[in-house]
């Protein structure tokens, strides 16, 4: 069975830092690329960055560019984002999930397979 659990969620300040965790099982972690995605109330999720476990190619939303960096342990199935200089628009909860490597580059919340899991509430107040 694919599953991924996030973890490190938190409420934080303006301006502070976060690095939120996924530990995936289920499949041959090799295989896929990971996605970081987000969903805030009253909006559609969308996604925010992606990493390739094949060649450590990674994606990220124009919107969070430049201040979270997504980063992968192949050894114990974990990929991690970094979130640094948090904003308040950036409040939501944060899911990880397994993307077709081929797809990694789009970030699309259309494309992870499996069910989504409960993800990580991120708050950052002003």
């Known amino acids: 069975e694919v599953q991924l659990v996030e973890s490190g969620g938190g409420l934080v300040q303006a301006g502070g830092s976060l690095r939120l965790s996924c530990a995936a099982s289920?499949?041959?972690?090799?295989?896929?690329?990971i996605g970081w995605f987000r969903q805030a109330p009253g909006k559609e999720r969308e996604g925010v960055s992606c990493?390739?476990?094949?060649?450590?190619?990674?994606y990220y939303a124009d919107s969070v560019k430049g201040r979270f960096t997504i980063s992968s342990d192949n050894a114990k199935n974990t990929v991690s984002l970094q979130m640094n200089s948090l904003k308040p628009e950036d409040t939501a909860v944060y899911y990880c999930?397994?993307?077709?490597?081929?797809?990694?580059?789009?970030?699309?919340?259309?494309?992870?397979?499996?069910?989504w899991g409960q993800g990580t509430q991120v708050t950052v107040s002003s």
């Open positions: 289920g499949f041959t972690f090799d295989d896929y690329a």
């Open positions: 990493i390739s476990s094949s060649d450590g190619s990674t």
């Open positions: 999930a397994a993307v077709d490597e081929r797809l990694c580059f789009r970030i699309s919340p259309k494309d992870p397979f499996g069910s």
